[in-house]
């Protein structure tokens, strides 16, 4: 099940503690685990003490004595983190938004970039300024007709069942897309979601949102509070690992709740 053991990414700052909060508020609706782990340089002592450092004053924050901190070792904050994910035996790895980017909105930095295009596990972003709360409205997925948007699909409707909340499948039509073929697509993936799923038929809904470009599709959608979107990795991702492409990116940066990326092969 998606975010059973959550491990996030901590710097100081917002982002860090927004992706905190984030976490917390995901297992509060799963029962899942959270490690909170804060990557450091490695052969630097004052590094590896700063990183003490940080993790303690975390540590006096949370609410949950049970919650675990570690400090992880790497030249690379991105390969550190995936280090610790397997470490802890997480399911996905949960940062927040780089800093400079506007508020309300996923930035995308260098350690989510690495993450994008390599993680093992599944990667939750956060929107700068999110404050979750301790519930879930919805489940969104981006679908567009290819194996890896069935298989997001199906893990977003067993998600939807679980927690009890709605699933939308939802389809952006640019330019000269041809809508009537992408209707019939959505009209097969709700197939794929009752089928996969005890979810009852006026659960799940579709919708496709017309722009000019990605941003503009994004912005003429619905959205709704304490929603939560899934996207699933591009074609060139290997097997087990997450890879977005180009127009998966800009959804990802047009989102204004958080987006959770599926490896390929996401069981």
Same mark, same amino acid.
């Given at each position: 099940?998606i975010?059973?053991?959550i491990l996030?990414g ?9 992706a905190?909060d984030?976490?917390?508020a995901?297992v ?16 630097r $002592?004052a590094?590896?003490?700063e990183? #003490?450092?940080?993790?303690a004053?975390?540590? =006096?924050?949370? &609410? %949950?004595? /049970? ?8 030249r690379s904050v991105?390969r550190?983190l ?16 780089a ?15 690495h993450?994008?295009?390599s ?9 700068s ?27 977003g ?7 009890g909340v $709605? ?5 952006? #039509? ?6 009537? =073929?992408?209707r &019939? %697509?959505? /009209?097969?993936?709700?197939r ?10 006026e659960?799940v809904?579709?919708?496709?949102a ?14 709704v509070?304490?929603e ?5 990795s591009?074609e060139n ?7 977005l492409?180009?127009i998966?990116l ?9 987006v959770?990326?599926?490896p390929?092969?996401?069981t």
């Amino acid at each position: 099940m998606i975010g059973d053991n959550i491990l996030v990414g901590y710097d100081p700052g917002p982002g860090g503690r927004e992706a905190v909060d984030l976490a917390f508020a995901f297992v509060r609706v799963t029962g899942g685990l959270v490690t909170v782990a804060h990557v450091h340089a490695p052969g630097r $002592p004052a590094a590896a003490a700063e990183a #003490a450092n940080v993790l303690a004053n975390v540590r =006096r924050t949370l &609410d %949950d004595p /049970a919650t675990d901190v570690v400090a992880q070792e790497s030249r690379s904050v991105g390969r550190g983190l995936a280090a610790a994910a397997g470490r802890a035996g997480a399911d996905c790895i949960l940062i927040g938004s780089a800093e400079g980017g506007p508020r309300g909105r996923i930035t995308v930095g260098s350690t989510a970039d690495h993450l994008l295009h390599s993680s093992p596990e599944a990667v939750i972003l956060t929107p700068s300024g999110l404050r979750p709360t301790p519930k879930l409205s919805r489940i969104t997925v981006m679908y567009v007709d290819r194996p890896q948007c069935e298989d997001a699909v199906l893990r977003g409707a067993v998600a939807a069942q679980s927690f009890g909340v $709605p699933l939308r499948l939802l389809t952006l #039509a640019l330019e000269e897309d041809p809508q009537d =073929r992408l209707r &019939d %697509d959505l /009209a097969l993936a709700v197939r794929i979601a009752l089928d996969s799923s005890g979810l009852d038929p006026e659960d799940v809904r579709t919708e496709l949102a017309h722009g000019d470009d990605v941003a503009a599709a994004m912005d003429a959608a619905e959205w709704v509070e304490d929603e939560v979107v899934i996207v699933a990795s591009g074609e060139n991702a290997s097997p087990h690992r997450v890879f977005l492409g180009e127009i998966a990116l800009k959804v990802v940066r047009a989102a204004t709740c958080p987006v959770i990326v599926l490896p390929r092969g996401y069981t």
